[in-house]
């Protein structure tokens, strides 16, 4: 440190105590700003290389709470990640291109595919399509760190059909992110699923038991408030609601109205259900849930000319949300996925397309930059 910091960090000190410094001050900087200080000693290195400091920049974020509106998206195109901002106040009439800034990653997998499981607290989770490993990253502090699958995700050798589906999400009880895949395997008459859950504090993973009927898992596990959801189907009950209590590891299955179409998402801090995914050929309903009660209805007029809608994504702070969809050429097909914004305060309702793009697989998720590490924090990756 040259001798004038040390004059100005004595200058400091005289004034304000370390805890203060760290705690009311630090805490409330850009992360950018945080990655800087960290060599003003080895002190506040390992100070802000800490989780409990993470933790602490985490919370004092505006966007952190599941209910905060949403600015910052994650998006994968193409093999390719992205950040996509967006403020209510800014009045930008050209390119929305410009708010899309391209993430230069190398997650050294070759030509594995990766696939985008879940984001939580600024940690984002990808799988691999190989089922070989998982992929822990923080975009904003480029670390990450892969996972061995070490065999779990293996097919039972006289399984007929196995298909996986999976969730990453956040335990605030126990201070652990975990990874769940599920397995639902059919071997000749017989139907069963297969748990297996990664405990990134523990470092370790686990089988655990389903505890009811066999059910095919229908989609990535959505996260609401300590818990994951996904839409699951038996030829017995028809569609029915799966979650898993990250905390206590236990499944519950909820019986709910659901249509064929219908998909799951988070908007404001609560799960919803959308049937907007086939051809719109009339008014739709979002509906915000706290599972099995419906808290809130927003019907979406055939006006608002979408073909089709995959995701809802959450809130601005206008009231604004955030869709992907698709558009249709004259010969019906679906060339283009697109990200868009519909906006209910106004009468009718209006949808503005925002970015378009060719990549059939795209899926975007809402972004909170954090410090929170990808652990081990000892074992450390540059992306």
Same mark, same amino acid.
């Given at each position: ?13 005289? $004034? ?8 009311? &001050? ?5 992360? +950018? ?11 506040? #290195? ?6 409990? %400091? ?64 879940? @984001? ?6 990808? !799988?691999?399509?190989?089922?070989? #490993? ?12 892969? $996972?061995?699958?070490?065999?779990? %995700? +293996? @097919? ?13 999400? $956040? ?10 895949? &599920?397995?639902? =395997? ?31 898992? *229908? ?9 994951? $959801? ?11 609601? =799966?979650? %898993?209590? *990250? ?5 519950? &299955? ?5 249509? +064929? ?12 259900? @959308? ?40 809130? !601005?702070?206008?009231?604004? %949300? ?12 679906? /060339? ?7 906006? !209910? ?28 590490? /990808?652990?081990?924090?000892?074992? /450390?990756?540059?992306?």
């Amino acid at each position: 440190m040259s001798k004038m910091s040390e004059i100005k960090k004595k200058q400091l000190h005289s $004034y304000l105590s370390d805890d203060l410094i760290i705690q009311e &001050i630090l805490t409330r900087l850009p992360i +950018k700003s945080i990655l800087r200080f960290k060599s003003v000693s080895k002190q506040w #290195y390992s100070t802000l290389s800490s989780s409990d %400091f993470a933790n602490a920049h985490l919370m004092k974020s505006p966007f952190s709470h599941p209910s905060a509106p949403v600015n910052t998206l994650l998006i994968e195109n193409d093999k390719n990640y992205n950040i996509f901002s967006y403020d209510d106040d800014d009045q930008i009439s050209g390119n929305f291109e410009d708010n899309l800034v391209k993430l230069d990653v190398d997650f050294g997998v070759g030509k594995d595919h990766l696939i985008l499981t879940g @984001c939580c607290n600024g940690l984002v989770c990808l !799988t691999s399509a190989s089922n070989e #490993y998982l992929i822990i990253w923080n975009p904003a502090t480029r670390k990450l760190h892969k $996972y061995p699958s070490h065999g779990y %995700f +293996k @097919c039972p050798d006289e399984a007929n059909h196995v298909s996986i589906t999976c969730g990453f999400g $956040y335990a605030s009880s126990v201070d652990d992110y975990k990874f769940v895949g &599920i397995l639902s =395997v059919v071997q000749g008459s017989t139907r069963s699923n297969i748990v297996h859950v990664f405990s990134m504090r523990e470092n370790r993973w686990r089988n655990i038991e389903f505890g009811h009927d066999p059910l095919f898992i *229908l989609n990535l596990g959505v996260f609401v408030s300590d818990k994951l $959801y996904w839409k699951a189907y038996s030829k017995q009950a028809g569609y029915l609601l =799966v979650s %898993f209590d *990250l905390a206590v590891e236990r499944f519950d &299955i909820i019986n709910m109205d659901w249509d +064929k179409s219908d998909f799951l998402g988070v908007m404001r801090g609560c799960l919803s259900k @959308c049937n907007y995914s086939e051809t719109f050929t009339g008014d739709k309903l979002l509906h915000l849930m706290e599972p099995p009660v419906i808290v809130k209805s927003i019907t979406l007029p055939k006006g608002l000319k979408l073909d089709m809608v995959s995701q809802m994504i959450g809130f !601005t702070k206008t009231d604004k %949300f955030f869709v992907t969809g698709s558009l249709s050429d004259e010969t019906g097909d679906f /060339p283009c996925r697109t990200l868009g914004i519909v906006d !209910t305060c106004t009468e009718p309702m209006q949808y503005r397309m925002l970015l378009c793009f060719n990549d059939e697989l795209i899926k975007i998720v809402r972004y909170v930059p954090s410090l929170v590490s /990808p652990f081990p924090i000892d074992k /450390p990756s540059e992306a």
